[in-house]
């Protein structure tokens, strides 16, 4: 089997749009963001995801949801940390996963579902470890919140996705 230089290319970029995800981590952590809710983040690394969702595989859009969860929770946060996001991002990546082949929502609209997927997700499993429900009162800030910065990203994503196309053979995705 002959390789033309497409498969290198994929793994190039897949790593590169890895990389630029760990950074948007680290500067995200730098970030000086407060809500009045534990825990609560912009997202900016799941840019890298949502434009792996349909720059190539699903796989290659979960190795690297995976990869940049692990790695930064090492590098920048902690073990809860870790395991919050992982949750979040499983939930998160099936909700725009399905979505995108339902076919009737555009980037920004999967992005949006994947940032308040993300935050129920995250909330359903602090309730799990914290044991009382009051911990649901955060719930409409993190609706609000999961939306415009999903909105944000979906934007931003759609606006790169234009530019990013030709390093990636088109098939089925």
Known sequence: ??????????????????????????????LPFFAGIP?????????????????DTRRTAAVCNIL???????????????????????FSFVIMVSLKCI?????????????VAHNLAQLAVAVFIVRTPGVWYYLPALLVSGAVTGALIGITAAAVLPYGGKWFQKGER
Do not use: C, Q
């Not at 076919?103 to 940032?115: D, E, L, M, Q, R």
């Open 1 to 30: 089997m002959r390789d033309n230089g497409k498969s290198s290319t994929r793994v190039a970029v897949g790593a590169m749009l890895l990389g630029t995800a760990l950074i948007l981590s680290w500067l995200e952590s730098l």
């Open 103 to 115: 076919g009737h929502f555009g980037v920004t609209g999967v992005s949006i579902a994947g940032g």
């Open 68 to 90: 940049r969860i692990v790695l930064s929770g090492l590098l920048f946060g902690s073990l809860f940390g870790i395991l919050f996001s992982l949750a979040g991002a499983f």
């Open 39 to 55: 825990g609560m983040k912009l997202g900016l690394p799941n840019l890298a995801v949502v434009l792996l969702l349909y720059l």
